[in-house]
């Protein structure tokens, strides 16, 4: 199985990106996006499940972001309008088997078993 992430480029401030992570080989229940900044720990920044009518959002992405599927299930893909330079980071697609961990909806890192390589954002001001 392998996650293959793209889409990551420099923009404005303002401005738009979408990244794309495609999975080969196999769908999931769900699918997610975190982000690394330097320095800083990996957060949680979007996921959706395998049908596509659960999507969970970072609220600093809120209204801003937006995931989605495509029709094959295999390929999730992060909409970012308005980026903010705090946006600035490598993002990282990942996948898990279930939708659900032992604590609800996979926010965490270690919850996810697969994980791409990394694309990276970066908002000028």
């Known amino acids: 199985v392998q996650l293959q992430a793209s889409g990551g480029g420099l923009v404005q401030a303002g401005g738009s990106l979408r990244l794309s992570c495609f999975s080969s080989?196999?769908?999931?229940?769900?699918m997610g996006w975190f982000r690394q900044a330097p320095g800083k720990e990996r957060e949680f920044v979007s996921l959706?499940?395998?049908?596509?009518?659960?999507?969970l959002y970072v609220d600093s992405v809120k209204g801003r972001f937006t995931i989605s599927r495509g029709n094959a299930k295999n390929t999730v893909y992060l909409q970012m309008n308005s980026l903010k330079p705090e946006d600035s980071a490598i993002y990282y697609c990942?996948?898990?088997?279930?939708?659900?961990?032992?604590?609800?909806?996979?926010?965490?890192?270690?919850?996810?078993?697969?994980w791409g390589q990394g694309t990276l954002v970066t908002v000028s001001s």
């Open positions: 959706i499940n395998y049908s596509g009518d659960s999507l």
């Open positions: 080989g196999r769908t999931f229940g769900v």
């Open positions: 990942a996948a898990a088997d279930l939708y659900s961990g032992a604590y609800g909806a996979r926010r965490l890192p270690n919850e996810y078993k697969y």
